[in-house]
């Protein structure tokens, strides 16, 4: 077959959006990667649709295939996605001229949910890391390799990688890419704020049991990091487009204390760096690095908190510390100090976990004085050691309905399943309407958001 014409898309479900918490959309990084590496070779056409950020366009799919007549349609999903993919495959199948299609994404983390050779209208799936190898199977699909062979390599086939990031292509974001993929972070600084994002490595050492590629950006524990000076030309073409502020979309950004510190010497090489914000551990942190990383302009470091309870964190595999707790109030306190606000995400409903332990977790958050808090469900996604740790209780009809700001329809804790639910509300208003939080927050945060008022207006509480 000659492909001439490719059509990548991120499915987004409808569940997220009931749910009503705000969302922070980041590229789809696959995708993304796909569509540079085949715009670099300038031999196909190519489309793309993100319905997490544009639901009109995704619900005016069809229409969108009818323009372009897509040889292949590549599609992006999570389990999240799974009605939805039946639907657009099935919807693609019926057409006169049906394209190839292709699957990659999170939902293949999940054995059973999808299985390519039963779901109708699937061609072909591609687990893990796609895009180099979608990428390469578009060039032997228009080379003449068959269907059958490519199918016949890919049945089994673990989780790709990419190797060695710092060989993609820069991805292609527009103006409107950074409206689109804006953050919902009120941040310490004034003018607006326009966002650009950038993956600065891929993998993540840590063993964690709840981590799935379902709310990773990428796959696997070794480290893989790009070159300082592709970074650094990558955060100025951002900046030349109009960024502002870069969400660093690292699993763990701080996993690597050499890469933090290059990252931050080039950005005080800039004249006028961005600010940014990143996902980092407590225990990757020490004074010196918190210092760097403040003076290279990092307003906002989001820890992964989990638990209080020493019990809890060993069951999670987070950690085998006994002074988590201590260590966290040490960090907090230092990246405030540091003038670096602070996000602590927090699991709730954790297996096996007490209510007095969760009231532990509750209070450690006060006590941390973040400017801002995350509580999750513990969710046992796809692709976790929990899914397979706890697979006999989650029947596959279930999955789709895993959420992390969802009541978990499997509760794995030793609390009801009301008293979790409960708990997780009044762990919200007690941290959300605190006189002293709203003063404090009024008092950081209300210069960013005169600059800035679309933001607040989507902070505001609805659903979808």
């Not at 690095?289 to 003076?295: G, Y």
Request: hydrophobic share 40%; charged share 20%.
């Amino acid at each position: 077959m000659r492909v001439e014409r490719v059509l990548i898309v991120r499915l987004h479900g409808a569940l997220v959006g009931q749910v009503g918490h705000p969302r922070n959309p980041r590229p789809p990084y696959a995708c993304k990667y796909l569509e540079a590496l085949l715009l670099r070779d300038g031999c196909v056409r190519v489309g793309f649709v993100d319905g997490l950020v544009h639901p009109r366009a995704q619900a005016g799919l069809l229409a969108q295939v009818a323009r372009l007549g897509p040889d292949v349609v590549v599609i992006q999903a999570s389990s999240l996605d799974l009605d939805l993919l039946r639907a657009t495959l099935a919807a693609l199948r019926g057409l006169d001229q049906p394209p190839l299609t292709i699957l990659m994404g999170q939902i293949l983390a999940a054995p059973g949910l999808v299985d390519p050779a039963t779901m109708v209208g699937l061609d072909l799936a591609v687990p893990g890391e796609a895009e180099e190898r979608v990428y390469q199977i578009l060039g032997e699909l228009d080379r003449g390799r068959s269907l059958q062979a490519l199918r016949a390599e890919l049945e089994g086939t673990p989780p790709f990688l990419v190797q060695s990031p710092s060989q993609l292509p820069p991805l292609l974001f527009t103006r409107a890419s950074l409206h689109d993929y804006r953050m919902h972070y009120p941040l310490r600084m004034l003018g607006r704020a326009r966002w650009g994002h950038l993956l600065t490595g891929r993998g993540c050492p840590g063993a964690c049991l709840f981590c799935s590629p379902v709310t990773r950006e990428s796959y696997g524990t070794h480290l893989r990091l790009r070159e300082p000076q592709e970074l650094q030309a990558e955060v100025r073409g951002l900046v030349r487009l109009g960024a502002t502020v870069l969400s660093l979309d690292d699993d763990d950004f701080t996993a690597s204390r050499d890469h933090v510190l290059a990252f931050c010497e080039g950005l005080g090489r800039m004249a006028d760096p961005p600010r940014w914000i990143c996902h980092a551990r407590i225990d990757d942190m020490d004074p010196e690095l918190i210092e760097r990383m403040a003076q290279a302009g990092c307003v906002l470091l989001r820890f992964g908190v989990e638990a209080a309870s020493p019990a809890v964190l060993r069951t999670l595999r987070k950690t085998g510390r006994d002074d988590w707790a201590e260590l966290a109030q040490e960090v907090f306190a230092r990246c405030h100090g540091a003038g670096m606000a602070t996000t602590a995400l927090v699991l709730l409903g954790n297996p096996d976990e007490s209510l007095e332990q969760a009231e532990q977790s509750v209070a450690l958050a006060h006590a941390l004085g973040p400017d801002m808090v995350q509580f999750h469900y513990f969710t046992p996604y796809p692709g976790s050691a929990a899914y397979e740790r706890y697979r006999d209780q989650l029947p596959v009809e279930v999955v789709p309905q895993l959420y992390h700001y969802s009541a978990p329809p499997v509760n794995l804790s030793r609390m009801g399943d009301g008293e979790l639910a409960e708990l997780y509300r009044r762990a919200y208003r007690g941290f959300l309407l605190r006189p002293g939080f709203l003063l404090a927050h009024a008092r950081r945060y209300l210069p960013f958001y005169w600059h800035n008022p679309d933001l607040l207006l989507d902070l505001l509480p609805r659903r979808s």
